[in-house]
């Protein structure tokens, strides 16, 4: 059974930073593209980033590049985002999700991301 457990999120202020993990379990990890993916309140889902299965490539929504990272350990099953200079409108509910540039969470309860001054 698929399951993706999302954690390390919380209150900041703009031009902070924080750092999301994924645990995933319940499938090939190492052989998946992996995402995150953002949910605003009142918003829909919005595609955040998204990593080749070996890490080799990486590729950004225009509004989060320059400012996060994702990264992967295959060795431990774990997808990371790390998150700099964040903005208000960075607020949301982060999920991550299998597949290549998805909108669609996958599944976990995700992590609340709350940037305020």
């Known amino acids: 059974q698929v399951q993706l457990v999302e954690s390390g999120g919380g209150l900041v202020q703009p031009g902070g930073s924080l750092r999301l993990s994924c645990a995933a379990s319940?499938?090939?990890?190492?052989?998946?593209?992996m995402s995150w993916v953002r949910q605003a309140p009142g918003k829909g889902h919005e595609w955040v980033s998204s990593?080749?299965?070996?890490?080799?490539?990486?590729y950004y929504a225009d509004s989060v590049k320059g400012r996060f990272t994702i990264s992967r350990d295959n060795a431990k099953n774990t997808l990371y985002l790390q998150m700099n200079s964040l903005k208000l409108e960075d607020t949301g509910v982060y999920y991550c999700?299998?597949?290549?540039?998805?909108?669609?969470?996958?599944g976990g309860q995700g992590t609340q991301v709350t940037v305020s001054s």
């Open positions: 319940g499938f090939p990890f190492s052989n998946y593209y």
């Open positions: 999700a299998e597949g290549w540039r998805t909108s669609t969470p996958g």
């Open positions: 990593i080749y299965e070996d890490g080799t490539n990486t």
